[in-house]
């Protein structure tokens, strides 16, 4: 479809333009996308009635024209563009391109208001197994996404929307848990098109009947394995991923959410964290299934700087170390690179325009991120990193002090 528009720099449309803009608008009407919004959101609420349609679209018009004033809210709201990453980068003005934006927000469904609840799809992180230091025990309350725990330490997303959205979103607890949190240990990407169907099948029982949000973080029991060559094939590992997505693009329910689709962490960070310890190198990490890492485990690299260098390798480097950077590299050029290309294509695509990917693949993972149980999974203070490094690299953060430290 050809949408008529403006030439660019252009404050002006012929009245034919504008009316074949209106046309199309109101033929769509049946898509409009309405959400609860929230201030100091670029979210194109510009009427700040907690919806986007056609009015917000109207009074942006008006306003390049000269013929309607607007509040600072309503131009803080209205700024939607330039779009960076599919994501607004405000640059404070409101102008042609912020109101053509809004025009394919309206038509296509792109969101980028607060969500109005949070799913959750994951694996052992996604359910916080150990978090506390219990092996092989979950804790709900403690995960990045949808934790819900006020006195631990982790800012979770769910807690994080409960504060800046109190009257519109539907924060997760003990009780809604185990609607929102579908992440199951041992979980990989075979299992992400199962999750997703159960937030599909549970979205229709909340008031809403719609989802708002969808946190995935899943592959990283796809890439440990007893050796690298038996990491999930990267082709399968596609075709996975892309069959989850298929299931939440083919229900209305889902479709239009804003699905946060976190790249496998750096894991090789835990193994130096933790490689000194003797109880997890000599007790723990024989019996943990991610032996292409943690097989051999004594540092056999050149020096520390080959150590904390696995993008690169050094003359001198052993092969328990080599094995170990390959691992490292193999995540980062097989498996993120699908999920970010895959990603990009389906926002691009219009199948499910507010899907994005988040780089967490920089995270690097000290002692204290590490429970002492399983010398493996994130712990409490993990959690709490995870949550911080993945909200800071959403548009949400753009005014957050916690994010510019």
Known sequence: MNLPAPKPGSLSFSRQRLFDCLSILLFMSAMLLHT????????????????????????????????????????????????????????????????????????????????????????????????????????????????????DTVDAFNERYESVFTAGYYENNVTRDPIFNHAQSGAVMADFAAQAQGVVTDVATLPEGRAGMVTMLL?????????????????????????????????????????????????????????????????????????????????????????????????????????????HRLIRDNYNSVLQSVTDEYRGSGILPNIRYTDIYDIRFTSTHVNNSDCFHPSVEGHALLAKKSWCRTHWSINDAQCTN
């Open 36 to 151: 609860t919004t929230q201030a100091d959101v670029s979210d194109g609420d510009i009427t700040l009635d907690g919806e986007i349609s056609i009015p917000d679209y109207l009074h942006g018009l008006q306003y390049l024209h000269g013929s309607r004033a607007l509040s600072g809210d309503a131009v803080l709201h209205g700024d939607v563009a330039p779009l960076l990453n599919g994501v607004p980068d405000p640059d404070g003005v409101l102008n042609t391109a912020d109101v053509l934006v809004l025009l394919r927000m309206i038509l296509y469904g792109f969101n980028f208001s607060y969500p109005s609840n949070q799913f959750n799809i994951g694996d052992s992180i996604g359910e916080g197994e150990s978090s506390e230091g219990s092996i092989g025990e979950p804790f709900h309350e403690h995960v990045w996404s949808t934790g819900y725990d006020g006195e």
């Open 219 to 327: 592959g990283n029991n796809d890439v440990c394995a007893p050796t690298n060559a038996d990491m999930t094939d990267p082709g399968l590992f596609e075709t996975q991923f892309r069959a989850g997505l298929d299931v939440l693009a083919g229900d209305e329910a889902t479709r239009l959410a804003q699905i946060h689709v976190s790249g496998i962490p750096a894991i090789y960070w835990l193994w130096t964290a933790k490689r000194t310890n003797f109880i997890c190198s000599v007790f723990i990490w024989p019996l943990v299934p991610c032996q292409n890492l943690l097989d051999n485990p004594n540092d056999d690299c050149a020096n520390r700087a080959s150590r904390d260098d696995p993008d690169n390798d050094y003359p001198g480097d052993g092969s328990d170390c080599l094995r170990r950077k390959i691992f």
